[in-house]
Structure formats: structure tokens, C-alpha cells
């Protein structure tokens, strides 16, 4: 099988305040993982890839400082938003590499950020 | 670049209606392409993988083919539980990531 959880699956927060996603694979060990950011209607952009134990690699106009990512072992990635802003508000889906699917990859259920 | 369009938008049939979506993709060396469906607020869920031209797979009634420069999503007499946002999406051999296009909105009439 293959199973990643994400939490939490929604999340207010003030303006200038810090929120932490997680993203978990349960039964598998997930040496990369991707997080990407949905925006009403629109579809999924990915953010950055992360790899276990290295730093993440970011796509272009994805700000380091702002966003940031730690993957510290084979079953967590972390994103956390930092000094969130109501533009911040978006949908986050996490993705891991692994597991016995086949695409050969698992996505997580989202994480609905609103900042207020 | 790698790019996928994704046609139409929105799609509103009858129940019992087949249709087809489409998706175009440019991409340098294709991996593979990929079909998901994705519910308000979840996730996307994965439906198929296609990945050599003229290749085909069929779920229920759902099947999806493929060429060299799109891919349809053939949706035979849906019902009302068919109703979801398909997303399509490719790899590349140059890397891991998966380029999304915007989706197709499905609405199914009872």
C-alpha cells in the first residue's frame, strides 16, 4: 500500500503568523516528496521537492525564506509558512515518491490555508 | 518547456451522455502520463498512466488513450458520482516532477 497523510486538512491563522504543514507517508519510506499549491480553479503548481536529509530544491518565483521545507526523515516533510499574508491563502497538497503505486506516487488530502 | 492544456474547462452532461476530455501536452521526452481525479478539497486521486502512443486503459467508464501529442479521457453514459475536476499530467524524462494541466471542471446532470 501506499498512504500519505497531511495535517492539518485546514487551518486559519492572523496575518503575521507562522503555520506548519506536515505530510507523512505511513507505510512506506518516501525519499522525495513534492509540495505544490492550488488555487481556486486553477491547478496544481508545484512549490518545491524535497529530499530526505538535503535541502529542498525551490521552482522559480517560490520564496525559500517564506516557504520552508524540511525533510528530516523518510516519512515526514514539513512546510511552514512563514509571516503568512492573506495571498497566502491556498490550497497545499503534498506528494511522496514510493510505495507500491502505479504512478509511483501518493498525494496527501490537502491542506486548505486561510489567513485572515 | 513542458506544458499541458487541458480542454474544456467545465463540461455539464446529461446523465447517460459520453463525452470526451482533452488534454495537449509538449513535453522533451515523455515518462509518462497521468490521469487523477480530484474532489473539492481533496487530493488528487489516481485513475491511469499511460506511456507509449496508442497505448489505452480502461477503468469502469472511464478509458484513456494516448498520442504522441494528446491524451482523451473518454467518459461512457456518466453518472451524477462522476462528477469531479480530471486533472492530467505528465512527466519528463529530465526529472521527477509532475507538470499539471488546469483540469476539466465534470458536471453530471441527473
Known amino acids: 500500500g501506499a498512504v500519505v497523510s497531511q495535517h492539518p486538512s485546514w487551518v486559519i491563522c492572523k496575518s503575521g503568523t507562522s503555520v506548519k504543514i506536515e505530510c507523512r507517508s505511513l507505510d512506506f519510506q518516501a525519499t522525495t516528496m513534492f509540495w505544490y499549491r492550488q488555487f481556486p480553479k486553477q491547478s496544481l503548481m508545484l512549490m518545491a521537492t524535497s529530499n530526505e536529509g538535503s535541502k529542498a530544491t525551490y521552482e522559480q518565483g517560490v520564496e525559500k525564506d517564506k516557504f520552508l521545507i524540511n525533510h528530516a526523515s523518510l516519512t515526514l516533510s514539513t512546510l511552514t509558512v512563514t509571516s503568512a499574508h492573506p495571498e497566502d491563502s491556498s490550497f497545499y497538497i503534498c506528494?511522496?515518491?514510493?510505495?507500491?503505486?502505479?504512478?509511483?506516487?501518493?498525494f496527501g488530502s490537502g491542506t486548505r490555508l486561510t489567513v485572515v | 518547456e513542458d506544458q499541458v492544456t487541458q480542454s474544456p474547462e467545465a463540461l455539464r452532461l446529461q446523465e447517460g451522455e459520453s463525452s470526451s476530455l482533452n488534454c495537449s501536452y509538449t513535453?522533451?521526452?515523455?515518462?509518462?502520463l497521468f490521469w487523477y481525479r480530484q474532489d473539492p478539497g481533496k487530493g488528487p486521486e489516481f485513475l491511469f498512466t499511460?506511456?507509449?502512443a496508442g497505448e489505452e486503459k480502461e477503468k469502469e467508464r472511464l478509458k484513456a488513450t494516448l498520442t504522441k501529442k494528446e491524451s482523451f479521457l473518454h467518459i461512457t453514459a456518466p453518472k451524477p458520482e462522476d462528477s469531479a475536476t480530471y486533472l492530467c499530467?505528465?512527466?519528463?524524462?529530465?526529472?521527477?516532477?509532475?507538470?499539471f494541466g488546469t483540469g476539466t471542471s465534470l458536471t453530471v446532470i441527473p
Open positions: 513535453v522533451s521526452g515523455l515518462r509518462g
Open positions: 499511460l506511456y507509449s
Open positions: 506528494s511522496a515518491r514510493g510505495g507500491r503505486r502505479p504512478d509511483g506516487y501518493t
Open positions: 499530467a505528465v512527466r519528463s524524462t529530465t526529472g521527477n516532477q509532475f507538470y
